[in-house]
Protein backbone atom coordinates (compact mmCIF):
# COMPACT_ATOMS: atom_id res chain seq x y z
CA UNK A 1 0.00 0.00 0.00
CA UNK A 2 1.29 3.53 -0.84
CA UNK A 3 2.55 5.17 2.44
CA UNK A 4 0.82 8.71 1.41
CA UNK A 5 -2.31 8.81 4.05
CA UNK A 6 -4.23 10.30 1.31
CA UNK A 7 -2.98 7.75 -1.57
CA UNK A 8 -3.63 5.13 0.91
CA UNK A 9 -6.96 6.02 1.14
CA UNK A 10 -8.06 6.62 -2.14
CA UNK A 11 -6.72 3.41 -3.12
CA UNK A 12 -8.30 1.28 -0.20
CA UNK A 13 -11.90 3.33 -1.36
CA UNK A 14 -10.91 2.57 -5.40
CA UNK A 15 -10.27 -1.48 -4.19
CA UNK A 16 -13.86 -1.68 -3.02
CA UNK A 17 -14.98 -0.72 -6.17
CA UNK A 18 -12.71 -2.97 -7.83
CA UNK A 19 -14.16 -5.49 -5.36
CA UNK A 20 -18.12 -4.85 -6.80
CA UNK A 21 -16.53 -5.39 -10.20
CA UNK A 22 -15.35 -8.49 -9.39
CA UNK A 23 -18.55 -9.36 -7.78
CA UNK A 24 -20.64 -8.62 -11.27
CA UNK A 25 -18.72 -10.70 -12.57
CA UNK A 26 -19.36 -13.41 -10.22
CA UNK A 27 -22.96 -12.65 -10.89
CA UNK A 28 -22.55 -13.10 -14.46
CA UNK A 29 -23.91 -9.29 -15.04
CA UNK A 30 -20.77 -8.61 -17.44
CA UNK A 31 -22.10 -5.47 -19.16
CA UNK A 32 -23.49 -3.85 -15.81
CA UNK A 33 -19.53 -4.10 -15.00
CA UNK A 34 -18.09 -2.93 -17.94
CA UNK A 35 -20.17 -0.11 -18.14
CA UNK A 36 -18.68 0.34 -14.18
CA UNK A 37 -15.19 -0.39 -15.02
CA UNK A 38 -15.12 2.56 -18.06
CA UNK A 39 -15.98 4.96 -15.39
CA UNK A 40 -13.75 3.04 -13.00
CA UNK A 41 -10.22 3.17 -14.61
CA UNK A 42 -9.87 6.57 -15.28
CA UNK A 43 -9.74 6.89 -11.59
CA UNK A 44 -7.88 4.42 -11.17
CA UNK A 45 -4.96 5.07 -13.36
CA UNK A 46 -4.14 8.92 -12.22
CA UNK A 47 -3.39 7.48 -8.38
CA UNK A 48 -0.33 5.50 -10.03
CA UNK A 49 -0.48 2.49 -7.65
CA UNK A 50 0.41 -0.06 -10.14
CA UNK A 51 -0.82 -2.90 -8.16
CA UNK A 52 -4.77 -1.25 -8.04
CA UNK A 53 -4.38 -0.33 -12.12
CA UNK A 54 -3.46 -3.72 -12.74
CA UNK A 55 -6.11 -5.51 -10.91
CA UNK A 56 -8.79 -3.40 -12.17
CA UNK A 57 -7.31 -3.92 -15.92
CA UNK A 58 -7.50 -7.68 -15.44
CA UNK A 59 -11.19 -7.94 -13.82
CA UNK A 60 -12.02 -5.83 -16.55
CA UNK A 61 -10.64 -8.03 -19.57
CA UNK A 62 -12.13 -10.73 -17.15
CA UNK A 63 -15.98 -8.56 -17.84
CA UNK A 64 -14.86 -8.18 -21.89
CA UNK A 65 -14.64 -11.94 -22.28
CA UNK A 66 -17.53 -12.97 -20.28
CA UNK A 67 -19.32 -9.81 -22.64
CA UNK A 68 -17.69 -12.13 -25.17
CA UNK A 69 -15.38 -9.11 -26.54
CA UNK A 70 -12.06 -11.21 -26.61
CA UNK A 71 -10.62 -8.26 -28.93
CA UNK A 72 -10.79 -5.96 -26.15
CA UNK A 73 -10.32 -8.32 -23.54
CA UNK A 74 -6.84 -9.12 -25.08
CA UNK A 75 -5.89 -5.75 -25.06
CA UNK A 76 -6.94 -5.09 -21.29
CA UNK A 77 -4.86 -8.32 -20.59
CA UNK A 78 -1.88 -7.03 -22.49
CA UNK A 79 -1.62 -3.69 -21.27
CA UNK A 80 -2.48 -4.96 -17.81
CA UNK A 81 1.11 -7.09 -18.56
CA UNK A 82 3.08 -3.95 -18.87
CA UNK A 83 1.55 -2.46 -15.62
CA UNK A 84 2.64 -5.30 -13.77
CA UNK A 85 5.89 -5.09 -14.45
CA UNK A 86 5.80 -1.82 -13.41
CA UNK A 87 6.89 -0.38 -9.69
CA UNK A 88 4.12 -0.65 -6.96
CA UNK A 89 4.30 3.29 -6.73
CA UNK A 90 3.98 3.76 -10.56
CA UNK A 91 7.49 4.02 -11.84
Given amino acids: MPEQPEVR ?3 EAL ?10 FD ?4 KEGLA ?3 TLL ?3 EPVG ?8 LFVT ?14 ARIRQDYGTAAM ?3 GG
Wanted: proline share 6%.
Fill in 61 to 74: ARLNEGAGDFTTAE
Fill in 9 to 11: AKV
Fill in 15 to 24: QEQVDRLEAL
Fill in 42 to 44: PQV
Fill in 49 to 56: YAPLFART
Fill in 87 to 89: KPD
Fill in 36 to 38: QAE
Fill in 27 to 30: GGKY
